[in-house]
Protein backbone atom coordinates (compact mmCIF):
# COMPACT_ATOMS: atom_id res chain seq x y z
CA UNK A 1 0.00 0.00 0.00
CA UNK A 2 1.40 3.59 -0.80
CA UNK A 3 0.34 6.00 1.53
CA UNK A 4 -0.03 9.77 0.43
CA UNK A 5 -0.31 12.51 3.41
CA UNK A 6 -1.14 16.33 2.46
CA UNK A 7 -2.68 19.25 4.22
CA UNK A 8 0.71 20.58 6.61
CA UNK A 9 1.09 24.21 6.50
CA UNK A 10 2.15 27.39 8.62
CA UNK A 11 -0.62 28.23 11.26
CA UNK A 12 -0.79 30.27 14.00
CA UNK A 13 -1.24 29.34 17.83
CA UNK A 14 -4.59 28.43 18.66
CA UNK A 15 -5.82 27.52 14.65
CA UNK A 16 -6.65 24.31 13.01
CA UNK A 17 -5.66 22.07 10.45
CA UNK A 18 -6.66 18.95 8.95
CA UNK A 19 -4.35 16.39 7.33
CA UNK A 20 -5.21 13.48 4.90
CA UNK A 21 -3.40 10.90 4.17
CA UNK A 22 -4.63 8.90 1.08
CA UNK A 23 -3.68 4.97 -0.12
CA UNK A 24 -3.46 3.54 -3.05
CA UNK A 25 -2.50 -0.36 -4.13
CA UNK A 26 -4.37 -1.23 -1.75
CA UNK A 27 -7.87 -0.61 -0.03
CA UNK A 28 -6.81 1.17 3.26
CA UNK A 29 -10.35 -0.24 5.41
CA UNK A 30 -8.05 -3.23 6.13
CA UNK A 31 -5.35 -1.78 7.44
CA UNK A 32 -4.98 0.25 11.00
CA UNK A 33 -3.53 3.32 10.38
CA UNK A 34 -1.56 6.15 12.47
CA UNK A 35 -0.03 9.17 12.42
CA UNK A 36 3.22 10.28 13.88
CA UNK A 37 5.19 13.71 14.52
CA UNK A 38 8.53 14.50 14.23
CA UNK A 39 10.08 17.58 15.29
CA UNK A 40 13.65 18.47 14.26
CA UNK A 41 16.48 16.76 16.22
CA UNK A 42 13.72 15.04 18.02
CA UNK A 43 12.90 11.27 17.53
CA UNK A 44 9.34 10.61 15.56
CA UNK A 45 6.86 10.55 18.44
CA UNK A 46 3.20 9.13 18.00
CA UNK A 47 0.59 11.31 17.85
CA UNK A 48 -3.03 9.16 16.77
CA UNK A 49 -3.97 5.49 15.31
CA UNK A 50 -7.26 4.14 14.39
CA UNK A 51 -8.19 0.82 13.91
CA UNK A 52 -9.15 -0.50 10.23
CA UNK A 53 -13.50 -0.19 11.55
CA UNK A 54 -13.32 3.01 13.40
CA UNK A 55 -14.24 1.32 16.27
CA UNK A 56 -10.45 1.74 17.98
CA UNK A 57 -8.91 5.07 18.57
CA UNK A 58 -5.70 5.76 20.75
CA UNK A 59 -4.25 9.37 21.38
CA UNK A 60 -0.80 10.68 22.82
CA UNK A 61 -1.27 12.80 26.31
CA UNK A 62 0.15 15.77 24.26
CA UNK A 63 -2.57 15.85 21.61
CA UNK A 64 -5.81 14.21 23.26
CA UNK A 65 -8.35 16.98 23.41
CA UNK A 66 -7.40 18.59 20.85
CA UNK A 67 -6.76 16.37 17.82
CA UNK A 68 -9.24 14.06 16.42
CA UNK A 69 -8.39 11.08 14.15
CA UNK A 70 -10.74 10.10 11.71
CA UNK A 71 -11.42 7.20 8.67
CA UNK A 72 -13.27 7.39 5.35
CA UNK A 73 -13.04 4.06 4.18
CA UNK A 74 -14.68 4.69 0.75
CA UNK A 75 -12.36 7.28 0.37
CA UNK A 76 -9.83 5.41 1.32
CA UNK A 77 -8.29 8.31 3.54
CA UNK A 78 -8.11 8.62 6.96
CA UNK A 79 -7.61 12.55 8.83
CA UNK A 80 -6.36 13.85 11.53
CA UNK A 81 -7.89 16.86 12.50
CA UNK A 82 -6.24 19.22 14.79
CA UNK A 83 -7.17 22.03 16.81
CA UNK A 84 -5.68 24.41 19.25
CA UNK A 85 -2.85 24.10 17.81
CA UNK A 86 0.45 25.00 20.01
CA UNK A 87 4.11 26.05 19.17
CA UNK A 88 5.05 22.33 20.17
CA UNK A 89 2.73 20.86 17.82
CA UNK A 90 5.48 22.09 14.93
CA UNK A 91 6.67 18.47 13.35
CA UNK A 92 6.81 16.71 10.17
CA UNK A 93 3.93 14.54 10.78
CA UNK A 94 3.82 11.10 8.37
CA UNK A 95 0.94 8.43 8.28
CA UNK A 96 1.68 5.05 8.77
CA UNK A 97 -0.09 2.00 7.89
CA UNK A 98 -0.11 -1.95 9.51
CA UNK A 99 -2.52 -4.87 8.46
CA UNK A 100 -4.52 -6.28 11.15
CA UNK A 101 -7.32 -5.13 13.51
CA UNK A 102 -4.88 -4.28 15.99
CA UNK A 103 -3.68 -0.28 17.00
CA UNK A 104 -0.39 0.62 18.20
CA UNK A 105 2.00 3.49 19.05
CA UNK A 106 5.30 2.37 17.85
CA UNK A 107 6.93 3.21 14.98
CA UNK A 108 8.41 0.08 14.60
CA UNK A 109 5.05 -1.91 13.98
CA UNK A 110 3.63 -0.06 11.31
CA UNK A 111 5.59 -1.13 7.64
CA UNK A 112 4.00 1.51 5.13
CA UNK A 113 4.64 4.77 5.28
CA UNK A 114 4.18 8.14 3.85
CA UNK A 115 5.95 10.95 2.75
CA UNK A 116 5.47 13.56 5.52
CA UNK A 117 3.62 16.73 5.84
CA UNK A 118 5.40 20.05 7.32
CA UNK A 119 2.83 21.64 10.00
CA UNK A 120 4.16 25.15 10.95
CA UNK A 121 2.62 26.67 14.49
CA UNK A 122 3.99 29.96 14.41
CA UNK A 123 3.31 32.60 17.81
Known amino acids: VQLQASGGGLVQVGGSLRLSCAASGRAVSSYATAWFRQAPGKEREFAAAISWSSSSTVYADSVKGRFTISRDNAKNTVYLQMNSLKPEDTAVYYC?????????????????WGQGTQVTVSS
Open 96 to 112: AATNGYSIYNLPEDYPF
